[in-house]
């Protein structure tokens, strides 16, 4: 199993053109940058910006289940796919925050 390093960015961006909803406007993307570093120095990034106007968990949702968290992984490259559906089975219920883990994850392994 290999141990990893997690990081993560917070970036807001504002929107040149507000997205009108039938909730409201959004005005501006906050989110963050997601990095795992493995113990040979490749790094893999994912991006987790939130939308809970669409059922998403909330940014801060995401940032409070991410902060302490630590990752030691074990990814089956035969049959990858099922191996990360279990890897993030812990994350159903913030899809924001594991589509960035799993972006994360994929691009490590690309590396």
């Given at each position: 199993?290999?141990?990893?390093?997690?990081?993560?960015?917070?970036?807001?961006?504002?929107?040149?053109?507000?997205?009108?909803?039938s909730k409201g406007k959004i005005s501006e993307r906050k989110g963050f940058v997601v990095?795992?570093?493995?113990?040979?120095?490749?790094?893999?990034?994912?991006?987790?910006?939130?939308?809970?106007?669409?059922?998403?968990?909330?940014?801060?949702?995401?940032?409070?289940?991410?902060?302490?968290?630590?990752?030691?992984?074990?990814?089956?490259?035969?049959?990858?796919?099922?191996?990360?559906?279990?890897?993030?089975s812990d994350f159903n219920s913030h899809p924001a925050l594991k589509h960035g883990l799993?972006?994360?994850?994929?691009?490590?392994?690309?590396?």
């Amino acid at each position: 199993m290999n141990k990893l390093e997690l990081t993560y960015h917070p970036y807001k961006l504002k929107l040149s053109i507000p997205f009108e909803t039938s909730k409201g406007k959004i005005s501006e993307r906050k989110g963050f940058v997601v990095s795992i570093k493995s113990q040979s120095g490749n790094i893999g990034i994912g991006d987790v910006s939130p939308l809970p106007e669409f059922g998403s968990e909330t940014y801060e949702q995401a940032e409070e289940r991410i902060a302490p968290m630590k990752i030691a992984m074990r990814v089956g490259i035969e049959d990858i796919k099922h191996s990360l559906k279990n890897l993030l089975s812990d994350f159903n219920s913030h899809p924001a925050l594991k589509h960035g883990l799993e972006q994360a994850i994929i691009n490590l392994l690309c590396n």
